[in-house]
């Protein structure tokens, strides 16, 4: 069955799972096997080069939400990092055709 996870958006939402968990959120989604392709993944504004490295290393399904981000003030998504991974990021806005941007 497929997943939607909200990972990233706020980055005292990461440094609460790194001090509950003792490690990051995909490690805490793989262990309730929840880190695999058919998962798709929201925001990622946190995420370290590492992780979205292992993003793309599974194939993951990736939405990037910048203007969500913009509005709410909660960083930058993890663009700056894509250029290290190989995944399609879908772009898309209410009430708009959607697109895609491939690195």
């Known amino acids: ?3 939607l996870a909200h990972v990233g958006e706020q980055r005292g939402d990461v440094e609460l799972i790194k ?3 003792q490690k ?3 490690a805490v989604l793989q262990d309730f096997t929840a880190f695999r392709p058919d998962t798709v993944f929201v925001h ?3 995420l370290s080069s590492q ?3 292992s993003l793309a290393e599974v194939e993951a ?3 990037i939400c910048a203007r969500s981000a913009a509005f709410k003030r909660t960083g930058y998504p993890a663009l700056r990092h894509s250029h290290e991974a190989v995944f399609v990021l879908p772009l898309a806005r209410i009430g708009e055709e959607r697109t895609c941007w491939r690195n």
């Open 44 to 46: 990622l504004n946190h």
């Open 19 to 21: 001090k509950t968990f």
């Open 61 to 63: 399904s990736v939405v």
């Open 51 to 53: 992780e979205t490295q």
């Open 1 to 3: 069955m497929p997943l």
């Open 24 to 26: 990051n959120i995909l």
